[in-house]
């Protein structure tokens, strides 16, 4: 058991001490939904291995007991299996298997064409001794451009994210939280990304009405407000310029799984529909 409820995560941060990793912003919610206290040991890229005592150069990592578990997932699989009597992460095989694939949709959509429109802010607001650090190792991800190339045009691409995060936002329209009335490990991981955003986004990523606003401000205010630390940056306030395309779809879901068959009366509207057209 924790001494003391009390486990250490190594954390990965930047200039300002706000966490830039969304796997440890995973991890620090996985901890606090399991009721622990966490005793951060603060840091940046560079020294992690010193960190660590040789033991991992990428983090999260945690120490219960004086037992290290290193990798985010293998540390939520630590928390269900040690501490069963304590409120589940993923409860059930079958929740793991779709919160990997939420979490690998956000990434692809989401995350990729964000790195590339944030990446300088990414470097720029990193601690200065890591500023070198990643922008050399950055430059993989990026297919051999420098970062200063790969931010060119960003203000034309960002705009285009939002569009296609639809269905995340039906998905939320219907329920509080992934997890259904309560969050869980779904949530986590998928708050991880835009609290990744928000520690580096040095303009707006949604526009102020986004209705996935709600979902993100009850996430971000969990736990006595994990995710406000005073280095975040807020997602909202993008200003759409003409030609930009509509950030969500503002009128209700005609079929598919924005409405439910009750009956006929229930069809009727989207049947006129598709008669008319």
Known sequence: ????????????????????????????????????EIDIVPGGFTDILERTGGRSERLPAIVASGRWVLDSWLIAEYLDETYPDRPMLCGDPSVKVLTKFVESWLWRTAVSPWFTCYIKNYRDQSMPQDHE???????????????????????????????????????????????????????????????????????????????????????????????????????????????DPEPFTKTPGGGGIASRNTGPASTRGESDRLKRA
């Open 1 to 36: 058991m924790a001494e003391n409820n009390h486990i250490t995560l190594y954390d990965l941060q930047v200039a300002s001490g706000c966490t830039i990793s969304p796997f440890v912003w995973a991890t620090k919610y996985a901890l606090k939904h399991n009721g622990f």
């Open 133 to 243: 650090y990643v922008t050399q190792s950055r430059r993989a991800f990026l297919g051999g451009r420098s970062i200063e190339e790969a931010v060119v045009g960003r203000e034309d691409r960002t705009p285009l994210v939002p569009p296609t995060l639809e269905p995340f936002r039906q998905l939320l329209a219907e329920h509080r939280w992934l997890g259904g009335d309560k969050p869980n490990y779904a949530d986590y991981r998928a708050l991880a990304v835009f609290l990744w955003l928000a520690s580096i986004a040095s303009t707006p990523a949604l526009t102020d009405d986004d209705p996935l606003r709600a979902w993100l401000d009850r996430g971000f205010d969990l736990y006595g407000g994990l995710g406000r630390h005073p280095g975040m940056r807020s997602l909202f306030g993008l200003k759409l310029r003409p030609g």
